[in-house]
C-alpha cells in the first residue's frame, strides 16, 4: 500500500519561503510521478507541481512557475516542493499526491492520482 505523508506547512509572511516534504512510502518511483495539489477554502482543487520519477521531469502552474520548485530524493523517498516569494493568495491546504501508472500530463488530471496524503495548511499573511 503506497502511503504519502505531507509535512512542512506553516505561517509565513508575504514574501517570505517554506519547504514542503512530501514521504512517500511503499512504491517504487519508476512509473510514477508525484504531485502536490492546493485547496483554498471556498475554491477548487489546483495542481501546482509535479515530477515524473523516471526522468525527473517537471510541470509547474502558472500561478507558481519560477517561485516554486519541486524535487525528488529518491534515497529518502521524500518528494520537496519548495516555495519561495509567498503571496496571500498561495494559502491554502497543500497535498501530495501519487500518481503510480504515470503516462503524460503530470498535472493534467488530478483523478489519474491513485494515493493522497493528508494536507498540510501554508498560511501567507500580508
Known amino acids: 500500500e503506497v502511503q504519502l505523508q505531507a509535512s512542512g506547512g506553516g505561517l509565513v509572511q508575504a514574501g517570505g519561503s517554506l519547504r514542503l516534504s512530501c514521504a512517500v512510502s511503499g512504491l517504487t518511483f519508476g512509473n510514477s510521478a508525484i504531485a502536490w495539489f492546493r485547496q483554498a477554502p471556498g475554491k477548487e482543487r489546483e495542481g501546482v507541481a509535479c515530477?515524473?520519477?523516471?526522468?525527473?521531469?517537471?510541470v509547474y502552474s502558472d500561478s507558481v512557475k519560477g517561485r516554486f520548485t519541486i524535487a525528488s530524493d529518491n534515497a529518502k523517498n521524500t518528494v520537496y516542493l519548495q516555495m519561495n516569494s509567498l503571496k496571500p493568495e498561495d494559502t491554502a491546504v497543500y497535498y501530495c499526491a501519487a500518481d503510480l501508472n504515470f503516462t503524460s500530463n503530470c498535472l493534467g488530471d488530478a483523478g489519474k492520482y491513485d494515493s493522497w496524503g493528508q494536507g498540510t495548511q501554508v498560511t501567507v499573511s500580508s
Open positions: 515530477i515524473v520519477s523516471d526522468n525527473d521531469d517537471t
